[in-house]
């Protein structure tokens, strides 16, 4: 089974600052998708960033990247130039390919970005 | 282009009672699945639908049951409602499918049962 840690359940960071949200995951497939998701407080989870785990580079969407490794089994998230906007509980999860996959996904960072 | 609708917004019943849930995905999206929100389990997968057919479903019990229509508005049922059914129900549209990638979300169906 699927796995997925968050050990960072609160975070903050001050406006146009950097922050690093990390996620570390387990599995025992070899290909297999990773997410960032963010659910504001308007409750709808929105899609940050995805990376294919047969990709060694690491995947990138604006000002929102991520660190994989996947030996370590690591799956950060940098948000650069932090704004308002980004505050928002943060989700990391996982899926495995072929179809009828679902997400599995760790427990949230809470970020706060403040002025 | 709209987005995925749930409806209702929010909803309060009785224990005992039952309660059905809608989605309305993307249109040309065919996948729907549910995931139940609580503070407790967090982000738990409840089932995915494809094409009608259930695809997929999570480690719940017989009372969750679902459905798709032709036109891919899905609906999720709950019979017997308990006070842990309390939660957040999430639905979520892709154009294939799973989720491999990546999921369009409602903004879900806060569900409260007294």
Known sequence: ?115 | KAGVTQTPRYLIKTRGQQVTLSCSPISGHRSVSWYQQTPGQGLQFLFEYFSETQRNKGNFPGRFSGRQFSNSRSEMNVSTLELGDSALYLCASSLAQGADYGYTFGSGTRLTVV
């Open chain 1, 1 to 115: 089974a699927q796995t997925v840690t968050q050990s960072q359940p609160e975070m903050s960071v001050q406006e146009a600052e950097t922050v690093t949200l990390s996620c570390t995951y387990d599995t025992s497939e070899n290909n297999y998708y990773l997410f960032w998701y963010k659910q504001p407080p308007s409750r709808q989870m929105i899609l940050v960033i995805r990376q294919e785990a047969y990709k060694q580079q690491n995947a990138t969407e604006n000002r929102f990247s991520v660190n994989f490794q996947k030996a370590a089994k690591s799956f950060s998230l940098k948000i650069s130039d932090s704004q308002l906007g980004d505050t928002a509980m943060y989700f990391c999860a996982t899926t495995t390919p072929g179809g009828g996959n679902k997400l599995t996904f760790g427990t949230g960072t809470q970020l706060k970005v403040e002025l």
